[in-house]
């Protein structure tokens, strides 16, 4: 038969307690981390600072496949930042950059800081995208390594291509009609008349709020542009325009985002998908944009 020291016995029942109790804490809040990192990569995929399109996902791992180095989110983090605030580029136009050399470093088989300019030029032969696509490209390249990462002599020998003048071909205001008539929503039929009548940018319609469209006036003051590249004013939109817009305006959902016409980027890019099969008309904000230029010239000759 044992004996044994019952207030060493009681310490000893205590420390277990204690450590089993410990070690349930410590599970409890690391499922609870877990758990709110899932919902947050499952659930993250609106839009970022209220635009409609979507940012590119910092959050992800690295491409196993990525040379040890300064890891991708911190450095595509930087980039970003410099772009924005250093370069003043537009949100749009750091997104695009960033993602472009998001692509880039997913491809790279080296640490960034040993890229030459064979590895960028390796890169770029085997791109099969468009020549404009190849210039913006090329350009977030150029930015990257010449201004971010000062290191001009990797990108200094690559040239954009040359830009093959094609004279615009104008719609006419049959098509136009036609291409009207098959639209499906109130929402497509107020951003059609909006495009055709003010001549703005796709993404000055996009980012309207309320308090930059005087509705008495019919007067526009869009608010989009972040950047030097760009430039804009006012505009006016006619009653056809005044009439779309108010329908649409009656019958809009409620939405966290205050822009007039929230839209995710897939729905941007879809936008008139239907009338363009229905009708072979390949028409788009810029095309609307085209003909509205089209038209004022014509009225000022006329007069």
Known sequence: MLYSDKELAGKARNLVCNFNKTFENHLKQLLIQLSSANSLNNNGKSDIQGLWWAGPDLNRRPSARQAPGLPTIELLTRFREFLKVDLRRSDKTAYEHTYYIKKFLNALPKPVESTTADDVRQYLKNLKVSSAQYKNILMAMKVFFRDFRKAPETVSSF????????????????????????????????????????????????????EDIDFEKRMITPDSHRGETKKSWVSFYNEEAEQALDDYLRTKRQSRSERLFPMQRQEVIELWRHAREETGFDITPQKLRQWFCSEMLSSKFCV
């Open 159 to 210: 040239k954009f291509p040359h830009q093959v003048f094609k004279p615009k071909q104008i719609l006419s205001k049959e098509q136009l009609q036609q291409f009207y008539k098959h639209l499906q929503t109130k929402k497509e039929k107020a951003l059609f008349m909006l495009y055709a009548t003010t001549g703005l940018r796709r993404d000055e319609i996009l980012s309207l709020k309320p």
